[in-house]
C-alpha cells in the first residue's frame, strides 16, 4: 500500500516485542519512498532512518544516530516514548491517523520487550549466585576521580590545597623574599614568583584534568554496548599500572625526594644541591622564616605534589586506556566499515583532539618546571628580568647577558621525565587511533590526517623548546613564539575537529 507516496505496512496483532517488530518492518522498507511499481526503494538503515527523523523534527535536530543504530542492533535496548512518537510517524508515513495507530502498536511492542528483558533478569538472578562483596581496587578507585558528571571535581581540590601554600607563604614572609647567592645579587625566590607554582600546578594542570574527565565520560558514552569486554575490565587490566603510578608519585616524589634533597639540607644547614627556592630560602635567611617552620611547610608541599602528580598521571594512562580501546573496539570485525564508517571517523577525531589537547598543557607544565628551576640558578634577580634581559642581549639592545650560578637542580630530571611520558603517550595514542582511521577511504579522513600531523609537529616543538631552555642566548624568543603557537593550535585543533565531525556525521 503507498501513503504520501511511500511505503505504508499496516499494524497487524502479534505478539511481536520491539526488536522483532522494528527488524521486520526496517527490513521491509516501511515508510520509504516507493518506486513506479509501488515497491520500496530499499530497507532503512541507520543513517537514513536518523536523517528521516531529522526531517520531521521541526527543530532539525531528531534522534542521535547511535540511538538509531541501537534499534538495529542485536541488544536488550528498547526505545524511549519520545523516539516512538517519531518512529510511528515514519511508518504511518506521515499519515496523522496511521501514526497514531502505529504509536499504539509500538508502545505495545515495547511493553513487551520490557516484560520479556525482567523475566530473563528474574531468571538469572534466580539462579545465580550471590556475588562476592568487591574488595578494594586502586584502579577503580583512580578512574572513579575522573568521573566526567563531576568534572571540576580534581580541579578543585587542587585549587584548594594550592590555596594552603598561598597563606602559608604570606603568613612566613616567603611568598615574596630575596637572598644573595653572590655579591651584590638579591635574587627573588619567592612563592608568588614561581611559575611552576603558580602558571602551572595551578593553572595548566586543572585543564588537564578537565581535560580527561571530560573525554572519558564522552568514550564511556560512546563506547558500544555489545563489545565482549566492561570498561570496568579493561580499567582492572591496568591494576598494577594504576599501583606503580600511586608508589612513584608518594614514595619517589613525595618521601624520597623530599627526605633526600630538603629535610637533609635542613639538617644540614646548606643545600644539598646549592638551589635555593621559596622553601629552601630559611637556610639564607633564617631572620625571616625558621627552618622547623620550613620542614613542616615543604612536608606539605611535597605532598601536595605527590597528590597532583597522581592525578597527572592516572590522567596519561585512561588517555592511553581509552585510545587503546578505541583500537580494539574498531578493528573488530562487528563494528568495521560500512554504515559505521561516520561514527568511527567521528570518535577517533574527538580522542585525538583530547589527547593533543591534554598533551600540550602537560608539555607547558613541564616547560614552567624547568623554566623556574632554570632561573634559580642563573645570575637573574628576577624570573621577568631574566627573560626581558635574554630577549634584549639576543636582539643587541643590551650589553650584560646572563650566567649561571654553581648550582645544580633536581627538577630538571622530574620536569624531564614528565614531558618524556607524556610525548610517550601522545604518540602512542596517535597510533592506537590511525590503526582504526587508517582503514577508510582518504576522502573521509583527509581533514583528521592532516590535523593529526600538524598536531604532532607542535608537540615536537613544544617538546625542543623544553630542551632548549637555558641553552643559549635568545631561548626566551623561541619561549615566547612555542606560548604562542600552543594557545593557537589549541584553538585552531578545535576548529578542525569540529569541522570533520560535522562533515563525518
Not at 97 to 119: N, P
Not at 171 to 180: A, E, R
Not at 199 to 220: D, N
Not at 416 to 425: G, P
Request: neutral net charge.
Amino acid at each position: 500500500m503507498v501513503r504520501n507516496g511511500k511505503y505504508y505496512i499496516g499494524p497487524q496483532p502479534s505478539d511481536d516485542d520491539f526488536k522483532s517488530l522494528f527488524a521486520r518492518l526496517s527490513s521491509a522498507g516501511a515508510g520509504r519512498p516507493v518506486d513506479d511499481n509501488g515497491q520500496p526503494i530499499g530497507p532503512w538503515t541507520p543513517n537514513l532512518l536518523a536523517e528521516e527523523i531529522a526531517q520531521l523534527d521541526p527543530a532539525g535536530t531528531g534522534v542521535d544516530p547511535r540511538t538509531v543504530q541501537l534499534w538495529f542492533q542485536e541488544n536488550d535496548k528498547g526505545i524511549s516514548a519520545q523516539n516512538i512518537r517519531w518512529l510511528a510517524k515514519v511508518f504511518g508515513c506521515g499519515d496523522p491517523d496511521a501514526s497514531s495507530k502505529w504509536q499504539v502498536e509500538l508502545s505495545a511492542a515495547q511493553a513487551r520487550l520490557s516484560a520479556k528483558r525482567r523475566r530473563q533478569d528474574d531468571k538469572c538472578y534466580a539462579g545465580a549466585p550471590v556475588p562476592a562483596k568487591q574488595g578494594f581496587s586502586m584502579a577503580r578507585l583512580s578512574e572513579s576521580l575522573f568521573d566526567g558528571r563531576r568534572s571540576l571535581n580534581l580541579p578543585i581540590v587542587v585549587w584548594s590545597s594550592a590555596s594552603i601554600f598561598w597563606f602559608l607563604s604570606y603568613i612566613f614572609g616567603i611568598h615574596s623574599i630575596t637572598y644573595s647567592p653572590i655579591e651584590g645579587l638579591n635574587k627573588q625566590v619567592g612563592f608568588f614568583w614561581s611559575p611552576s607554582w603558580i602558571i602551572g600546578e595551578m593553572l595548566l594542570l586543572p585543564f588537564v584534568l578537565i581535560i580527561v574527565s571530560e573525554l572519558l565520560a564522552f568514550w564511556k558514552d560512546r563506547r558500544p554496548d555489545s563489545l565482549g569486554d566492561s570498561w570496568a575490565s579493561k580499567i582492572e587490566s591496568y591494576r598494577v599500572s594504576y599501583w606503580a603510578i600511586f608508589l612513584i608519585c608518594f614514595v619517589a616524589i613525595f618521601a624520597v625526594q623530599w627526605a633526600g634533597v630538603y629535610l637533609l639540607a635542613f639538617i644540614q644547614g646548606a643545600a644539598a644541591n646549592g638551589m635555593v627556592d621559596w622553601l629552601l630560602v630559611s637556610i639564607e635567611r633564617p631572620e625571616v622564616v625558621s627552618r622547623t617552620a620550613t620542614i613542616y611547610i615543604s612536608a606539605l608541599a611535597f605532598l601536595y605534589s605527590g597528590m597532583i602528580y597522581w592525578f597527572y598521571f592516572i590522567g596519561l594512562l585512561l588517555l592511553f586506556t581509552i585510545a587503546s580501546d578505541f583500537n580494539d573496539t574498531f578493528t573488530a570485525p562487528d563494528h568495521q566499515g560500512g554504515e559505521n564508517s561516520p561514527i568511527i571517523i567521528t570518535t577517533g577525531t574527538i580522542i585525538t583532539l583530547g589527547v593533543f589537547r591534554a598533551t600540550v598543557f602537560g608539555i607547558l607544565l613541564a616547560t614552567t618546571i624547568k623554566l623556574n628551576a632554570a632561573y634559580l640558578i642563573t645570575d637573574a634577580e628576577t624570573i621577568m628580568g631574566w627573560l626581558v634581559n635574554d630577549t634584549l642581549f639576543s636582539l643587541g639592545r643590551s650589553g650584560d647577558g646572563w650566567h649561571w650560578l654553581n648550582q645544580s637542580p633536581s627538577p630538571f630530571f622530574t620536569s624531564f621525565l614528565l614531558l618524556a611520558i607524556t610525548c610517550v603517550v601522545f604518540f602512542t595514542c596517535l597510533v592506537f587511533i590511525f590503526k582504526v582511521i587508517g582503514e577508510y577511504p582518504a576522502s573521509e579522513t583527509a581533514c583528521i590526517k592532516v590535523s593529526s600531523l600538524k598536531m604532532a609537529c607542535v608537540v615536537i616543538f613544544l617538546a625542543a623548546n623544553y630542551l632548549l631552555i637555558g641553552k643559549f642566548y635568545g631561548f626566551s624568543l623561541l619561549l615566547g613564539v612555542a606560548v604562542l603557537l600552543a594557545v593557537y593550535s589549541l584553538f585552531r585543533a578545535g576548529a578542525g575537529v569540529a569541522w570533520q565531525s560535522a562533515n563525518s556525521e
